[in-house]
Structure formats: structure tokens, C-alpha cells
Nanobody, 118 residues
């Protein structure tokens, strides 16, 4: 069974940067869509950034110009570069991948905590 694992979370001061990465435990097949979601305490999970197989990207308005979603390297599927972090960015960040191996399936990671301090 394929598992997604996020890494790169941590504690950073406001204005700082973090880079999140998402790796798969085994081959995930042909990737259709890659997303990063986040969930802050007491709030619903929200979509932060999307990268499609054709290279199209889309961002939540609050992170436009600060976050960049990109394909990973040989060891990771998708990364999220987060710059100019704000306290409002504090949340658990989740990697989500829509891929087709034998059939189309949605995969989720367990999440990585990002905490932005003042």
C-alpha cells in the first residue's frame, strides 16, 4: 500500500521560510494532480496549492506570491516552498496526490506541523 510522507515542517519566525516535501513509500503510478492542504486548529482543512500533470498551478489567495508548489526531485513527488510566513500560516500541512496505477486513487499523507511564531 502506498503511503505519502511529508517532511520539512517545524517552527519558524514570522517572515521566515520553510520548504515542505512529500515522498511516496513506493511507486504511485501516473500522477494526475498534486495538492497541498492545511488545517489550522479549530478550522476546516483548506486547499493551499495545486499542481497538475501539465504544469498548471493554482494557489489560495492568501498565499499567492509567497508559496510555490513544484515537482519534487528523484526522491520526492511534490514540494511547497513557503516564504514570508505569517502567523496565520500556522497549521498542519497535508500532501494529497491523485494518481493512476491500476486505477485512479487519492492518496494523503499524515501531515506535518508548521508553526509560525512572532
Amino acid at each position: 500500500q502506498v503511503q505519502l510522507v511529508e517532511s520539512g515542517g517545524g517552527v519558524v519566525q514570522a517572515g521566515g521560510s520553510l520548504r515542505l516535501s512529500c515522498a511516496a513509500s513506493r511507486s504511485i503510478g501516473s500522477i494526475n494532480v498534486m495538492n497541498w492542504y492545511r488545517q489550522a486548529p479549530g478550522k476546516q482543512r483548506e486547499l493551499v496549492a495545486t499542481l497538475t500533470s501539465d504544469g498548471s498551478t493554482n494557489y489560495q489567495d492568501s498565499v499567492k506570491g509567497r508559496f510555490i508548489i513544484s515537482r519534487g526531485n528523484a526522491e520526492t513527488i511534490v514540494d511547497l516552498q513557503m516564504n514570508s510566513l505569517q502567523m496565520e500560516d500556522t497549521a498542519v500541512y497535508y500532501c494529497n496526490v491523485d494518481a493512476t496505477r491500476w486505477y485512479r486513487k487519492d492518496y494523503w499523507g499524515q501531515g506535518t506541523q508548521v508553526t509560525v511564531s512572532s
